[in-house]
């Protein structure tokens, strides 16, 4: 599909065929909502004949957003228990989270931050706000690694994130500084020289994380736009949520962390999908999930290997979650278990 410029409301939706007009009053339920845009890249890897197309599901409403579960709740990962000034959330002891913006190219449907990002969400951080922010990253000498989200980063202009690298440049305990991201993937033109340039300013080592859940979303372009990135010196790693429609198959995961690798950038997080409000229908158990990793370890290259984690609800942070593969038998030993499920004794070792 050709479309020009980012779809935002219900009615360029539907002029583009993503959704069917009698479901117009629905989608505007959702839009008033959740913020809605579809990038021009993204639209144009949208087959609008195919109902269960993986990309549509992930960046165009569906009135199932309209249906919420007791167990949803806003702020699923916690930020705002943890968030000692606005902007900043501290809940390890050697890294913060900046989130200077809450605007995005795209807006997922599973986002965990939803009622937080878009034109009705929390917005940019104001300039007082920025100085609060960096005077708190000043004075906590135990933080080591900063890590831009939001919202997404990249959509700052290059000189304020000059900026923004400049001042935690001049923090001496800041040593890495990491941005977590869509804009090589749904935006890749996004990625230029000017854009380089700001995120390498600092002199500080970068990451950068790039989020994608499906393989169709590497094309040669987000490929081309990740090979400038690592080119130009700037470690790259990925984050993908496990989505029921979209990746919850041993096959489209094991395409996706291929072609992750083969794009440089190392397979990092697969977070079960967060208990954000009117997501139920992209949640799959934490069994389903568990078997889907086992699958991953009997298939593919140890590089292409995520791990797959939960974000405790209410603020406790991360959990790893991937099935066992080692287990204590009755005698003291271990039984350990094979690629292929098959289990092996080991001896329990000297005390
Ligand atoms: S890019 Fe990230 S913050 Fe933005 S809508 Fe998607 S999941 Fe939410």
Redesign the pocket.
């Known amino acids: 599909m050709n479309i020009s410029r980012t779809l935002r409301t219900p009615a360029e939706l539907i002029d583009a065929g993503m959704i069917s007009p009698e479901l117009q009053q629905d989608i505007e339920r959702v839009a008033a909502l959740y ?1 809605v845009a579809v990038s021009p890249a993204m639209a144009a890897l949208i087959d609008p004949n195919d109902p269960a197309d993986p990309i549509a599901r992930q960046f165009v409403p569906t009135g199932a957003e309209l249906s919420t579960r007791p167990d949803e709740r806003t702020d699923p990962i916690g930020d705002l228990a943890h968030s000692p000034v606005e902007g900043i959330v501290h809940r390890y002891p050697d890294r913060v989270l900046l989130k200077a913006v ?1 605007i ?5 449907r ?5 009622e937080m ?2 034109p009705q969400g929390l917005g940019t951080l104001s300039p007082d706000a920025m100085d609060a922010a960096f005077a708190y990253i000043a004075e906590h000498r135990e933080i080591w690694e900063v890590i831009l ?4 980063p990249l959509v700052l202009s290059p000189r304020r994130l000059e900026e923004i690298m400049r001042r935690l440049a001049a923090i001496e305990h800041v040593k890495i500084v990491r941005f ?3 804009v090589p993937v ?1 935006e890749p033109d996004h990625v230029d020289e000017a854009l380089i340039a700001a995120l390498k300013s600092s002199g500080r080592t970068t990451y950068v994380a790039l ?1 994608a859940n499906h393989p169709r979303e590497l094309t040669e372009q987000a490929r081309r736009a990740c090979a400038r990135l690592v080119d130009a010196g700037i470690v790259m790693i990925s984050q993908s ?1 496990l989505l029921r429609g979209v990746n919850d198959d041993a096959d489209v995961l094991a395409d996706l962390m291929r072609a992750f690798v083969e794009t440089r950038i190392k397979p990092y997080y697969l977070h079960h999908p967060d208990l954000a409000p009117g997501t139920s229908h992209f949640r799959l158990s934490i069994a389903e999930g568990q078997a889907l990793v086992t699958a991953l370890r009997g298939r593919i290259s140890g590089l292409c290997q995520p791990t797959y984690i939960l974000d405790i609800p209410g603020g406790y942070g991360k959990a790893e979650i991937g099935a066992r593969s080692i287990r204590q038998t009755s005698d003291g030993c271990y039984a350990v278990a094979d690629f292929r499920g098959a289990e092996h004794a080991y001896p329990p070792g000297d005390e």
Request: proline share 4%; hydrophobic share 30%; net charge positive.
């Open positions: 913020a809450h995005c190219p795209v807006y997922c599973f986002c965990f931050r939803r990002v878009g989200t939001g919202g997404d977590h991201t869509r749904v989020h949520v």
